[in-house]
């Protein structure tokens, strides 16, 4: 069963930490994105990755990076970390040149205090 | 012009009965429109997609009714079961870029 692993379910951080979102996606998928949750407000994104080393900014960037150093592994990183980043966090992949069906990690649901 | 505006924002159906929600879209250029359903604790997974060129698709349960002319698609969900209950986004893309997503519909489902 192909799946997209994001590391972490919980995590509870203080105001201004560095935070890092890992996630892996063993289908060997080129396209990762990473969106964040919130009530009302739908799926956001926030950045995506067409191929290793490769960003684009997504609707939110603003407060977040991205690394991509390997083809299955998409990190989201909050540099200091605030309580309006306090959601829930979803990693999604699909092949390349398809955007039409994303594969969805589990979550992580994220509080900042 | 890039939003895909999604209502209701919550749904209460019994059991059996038939639950609608509605997506309205700006972006004519947009040529794929799926929908996702999302159980608690489990990312959003792909349930049914529709092209501009068909009216109507239907997988089961699960139909979208699309109006290309409104600017509009719906999800309709017959004979509505409590295992149906989870939170649905639509969504719309435009020749395979990413996709831009509603604002999420939980429905929940009354014995």
């Known amino acids: 069963d192909v799946k997209v692993t994001q590391s972490s379910r919980y995590l509870v951080k203080r105001t201004g930490e560095k935070v890092f979102l890992e996630c892996v996606q063993d289908m060997d998928h080129e396209n990762m994105f990473w969106y964040r949750q919130d009530p009302g407000l739908g799926l956001r994104l926030i950045y995506f990755?067409?191929?290793?080393?490769?960003?684009e900014k997504g609707d939110i960037p603003e407060g977040y990076s991205v690394s991509r150093e390997k083809k299955e592994r998409f990190s989201l990183i909050l540099e200091s970390a605030s309580t309006n980043q306090t959601s829930m966090y979803l990693c999604a992949s699909t092949p390349w040149g398809s955007n039409y069906g994303y594969t969805f990690g589990s979550g992580t649901r994220l509080t900042v205090v | 012009q890039q939003q895909v505006k999604q209502s209701p924002q919550s749904l209460i159906v019994q059991k059996g009965g038939i639950s609608i929600i509605n997506c309205a879209y700006e972006n004519t250029a947009f040529d794929y429109f799926p929908w996702y359903q999302q159980f608690p604790g489990k990312g959003p997974a792909l349930l049914i997609a529709?092209?501009?060129?068909?009216s109507e698709k239907k997988e089961g349960r699960f139909t979208i009714s699309f109006n290309k002319s409104a600017k509009q698609f719906s999800l309709h969900i017959m004979d509505s079961q409590p295992g149906d209950s989870a939170t649905y986004f639509c969504a719309a893309s435009r020749g395979g870029g990413k996709l831009i997503f509603g604002q999420g519909t939980e429905l929940s489902v009354k014995p």
């Open positions: 529709i092209r501009p060129d068909v």
């Open positions: 990755s067409y191929d290793v080393k490769m960003k």
